[in-house]
T-cell receptor, first 115, second 114 residues
């Protein structure tokens, strides 16, 4: 099976702009989670989508949003970008079903730089 | 809420030496435990996991970790490291019953010197 893919891999934006990142999960996986990785804060959970519904949300401002499509692909959007939003954004996919003893598979990430 | 503490931010070792990366966690509920590895400019790869059963879990590339419930620890060990093991290692927990999110430690950068 193909792994988790994220596009684009690298992105440079200016403060105040908005950005959309995309994640395609492993075929058959219905859960997609997003994480932000920064040198200062480490890896932090943003949100999780399962069957097109946001199932869990981390402690991030409303500028961070996401959605999931019927084919399980997910997008996350950051509006009014700030310098502190510069980070590696990682997407993880998993089956997400009733058997909770599953692992999450991570994509290579999107490196966002805000100038 | 859960928290994960990785006691060493950096661990330098010589090639073929043993290594232990320490991880302690805090949680009021039962959790699954994971170790992930991140190579430069890459995403996270699962190294090994503890879900239930035997408290000693092993990976295919020689790493092992032992779950110690009384000490709330999940230390990672390898008896002989290789240059290719140079990477950042993250310990993580996830609630068994609750939210399906991973809570990560701050990471340990393992540097192997020849």
């Amino acid at each position: 099976k193909a792994g988790v893919t994220q596009t684009p891999r690298y992105l440079i934006k200016t403060r105040g702009q908005q950005v959309t990142l995309s994640c395609s999960p492993i075929s058959g996986h219905r859960s997609v989670s997003w994480y932000q990785q920064t040198p200062g804060q480490g890896l932090q959970f943003l949100f999780e989508y399962f069957s097109e519904t946001q199932r869990n949300k981390g402690n991030f401002p409303g500028r961070f949003s996401g959605r999931q499509f019927s084919n399980s692909r997910s997008e996350m959007n950051v509006s009014t970008l700030e310098l502190g939003d510069s980070a590696l954004y990682l997407c993880a996919s998993s089956p997400g079903g009733r058997d909770r003893a599953y692992e999450q598979y991570f994509g290579p990430g999107t490196r966002l730089t805000v100038t | 809420a859960q928290s994960v503490t990785q006691l060493d931010s950096q661990v330098p070792v010589f090639e073929e030496a043993p290594v232990e990366l320490r991880c302690n966690y805090s949680s009021s509920v039962s959790v699954y435990l994971f170790w992930y590895v991140q190579y430069p400019n890459q995403g996270l790869q699962l190294l090994l996991k503890y879900l239930s059963g035997s408290t000693l879990v092993e990976s295919i590339n020689g790493f092992e970790a032992e779950f110690n419930k009384s000490q709330t620890s999940f230390h990672l060990r390898k008896p002989s490291v290789h240059i290719s093991d140079t990477a950042e290692y993250f310990c993580a927990v996830r609630e068994i019953q609750g939210a399906q999110k991973l809570v990560f430690g701050q990471g340990t950068r393992l540097t192997i010197n020849p």
